[in-house]
């Protein structure tokens, strides 16, 4: 049971953009059981995402049963978190956001990977800023992945809690940044997104 009283229990959790940043994600929460959909712009980027995710042993099957891969944006509508991990300026960013507040089912946690724009600017563009806040993972030998978690100054405690919650399910170390802060940049080599594309 969770220590966070009212924490909200994720079922599914969204993951836009098929790069190594969301597919790391996403083959963590599919081992701990956690289903993912996994959106990308186009079929070709998205299946090259899913193959990535695909364990080269046998035994498996269970990770891959638990992966729904979409190109279609509104496939994010049933997600309890929804994840962006995908690099592109501010503009698009908060295209994303505000395309996400429509989609997204009140009470989904949205969360920003890669973003060089404040966490409270993006929350800002959205009607629910209390569920909006920044993820940042870094990887050590020694500690394994931490999650920087950097919330807005909108934040809710509820919002902060099912994002620790969620990282502890995944055996993740959980940090908590000051409110407001910006969101360092993922250095996975990601091309950045045409939002238009994805959002039309």
């Keep these: 049971m969770s220590q966070y009283q009212n924490d909200i229990q994720v079922g599914r959790v969204g993951i836009i953009g098929a790069n190594a940043v969301g597919i790391g994600i996403a083959v963590s929460l599919l081992d701990a059981g956690v289903p993912v959909t996994l959106f990308e712009l186009d079929r070709e980027s998205l299946d090259r995402g899913i193959a990535l995710a695909r364990p080269e042993a046998d035994g498996h099957d269970r990770r891959m049963a638990l992966l729904a891969g979409?190109?279609?944006f509104h496939h994010l509508k049933d997600c309890d978190l929804i994840l962006d991990a995908v690099d592109t300026?501010?503009?698009?960013?908060e295209k994303?956001?505000?395309r996400l507040d429509q989609v997204a089912k009140p009470g989904a946690v949205l969360m920003s990977h890669t973003s060089q724009v404040g966490i409270?600017?993006?929350?800002g563009?959205?009607?629910r800023p209390g569920d909006v806040l920044g993820l940042h993972v870094t990887s050590s030998p020694t500690a394994g992945d931490t999650w920087k978690i950097v919330p807005g100054k909108d934040t809710s405690g509820e919002t902060l809690g099912t994002v620790k919650t969620l990282a502890g399910k995944l055996h993740r170390l959980p940090a908590v940044s000051g409110p407001g802060h910006r969101i360092a940049d993922a250095t996975n080599g990601a091309a950045s997104w045409s939002i238009d594309r994805a959002l039309d």
């Design 70 to 72: 979409t190109v279609n």
């Design 89 to 93: 300026d501010r503009a698009g960013k």
């Design 96 to 98: 994303l956001f505000r």
């Design 120 to 123: 409270d600017h993006i929350a």
């Design 125 to 127: 563009c959205t009607r």
